[in-house]
């Protein structure tokens, strides 16, 4: 899916930033639990 170019790279990646930080916030979460899983 490619982004409107009237967005500005600046918005674009500000959006991407935001983005990564909630999926990988999501990963670690998951992988706390999935560890805790396994330690007990």
Do not use: F, K, W
Not at 15 to 36: H, P
């Amino acid at each position: 899916m490619a982004l409107p170019r009237a967005l500005g790279s600046a918005e674009g990646g500000h959006a991407r930033e935001r983005i990564m930080a909630c999926t990988s916030e999501r990963l670690s979460t998951q992988l706390l639990s999935l560890y805790q899983d396994l330690v007990n």
